[in-house]
């Protein structure tokens, strides 16, 4: 890709975007090399918005730098995603709380209409990940702590590393769809504590599918 056909975004974000999600997609497989020559002459740029595009994927946690070996698409461990799980969980589940207890009639509406196309997308494995993910965000963005946000936004890129090992697991995205009705039924109900537990629930759950 040449450097004229990208965005007008600072160049090395736009490069982080494109290997973020080649990533996501596997077309950079977890522990694989980064050849920077090559990905540099494939998008037309020089080597150093493609290293500064790198540092941000590093901060991300989806690249590991390697003192004189160069960038690897992070490998994720058992213990790096039960870390990953356990703080989703906290920030989440709280997250929810908070809602249910302040969400508005609109907020509602909104929410319920993202977890309808949930349901109208149990046949579509890639529909889903984005819809599921959009409710979640919405929901943290209700919640309205910028700063929580930011941390989830990082955790859920690596968290992505490793969620066709879990959600694609027999049955799984069935058990996650039953999950998100109960956790609709609290914030409906506006029901706080059982908002927060339904939530802990769906990331304990998704955990266990993910080992």
């Given amino acids: 890709m040449a450097a004229a056909s990208l ?6 974000q736009e490069v982080a975007e494109l290997l ?14 980064i050849d920077e020559l090559k990905i540099a002459e494939e998008f037309g740029i020089s080597r150093t918005p493609l290293r500064e595009a790198l540092k941000v994927l590093a901060a991300e946690g989806l690249v590991t730098m390697k003192v004189r070996r160069g960038a690897y698409v992070t490998e994720v461990s058992e213990q790096d995603m039960a870390d990953v799980y356990h703080l989703l969980s906290l920030l989440e589940s709280d997250a929810a709380g908070v809602v249910a207890s302040k969400v508005t009639p609109s907020q509602l509406t909104e ?5 309808n196309e949930l349901e109208a997308s149990i046949g579509e494995r890639e529909r889903f990940f984005d819809v599921n993910e959009q409710f979640h965000m919405r929901l943290l963005e209700l919640a309205n702590n910028r700063w ?14 490793n969620r066709h090992n879990s959600l694609l697991k027999s049955g799984r995205l069935q058990e996650s769809l039953a999950e998100h009705r ?7 109900a506006r ?10 629930e769906h990331f304990a759950n998704g955990l266990h599918a993910a080992g």
Avoid at 111 to 115: G, N, R, V
Avoid at 149 to 154: E, F, P, R
Avoid at 182 to 188: C, D, E, F, S, Y
Avoid at 191 to 200: G, I, L, N, P, V
């Fill in 7 to 12: 965005t007008p975004r600072a160049l090395y």
């Fill in 20 to 33: 973020r999600q080649r990533i996501f997609d596997r077309q950079l497989q977890p522990g694989s090399w």
């Fill in 111 to 115: 929410l319920q209409t993202l977890h």
């Fill in 148 to 161: 929580r946000n930011q941390v989830v936004a990082d955790l859920r890129k690596v968290m992505k590393l």
């Fill in 182 to 188: 109960a956790i609709m039924a609290a914030l409906l």
């Fill in 191 to 200: 029901d706080a504590q059982a908002a927060t537990e339904r939530m802990r």
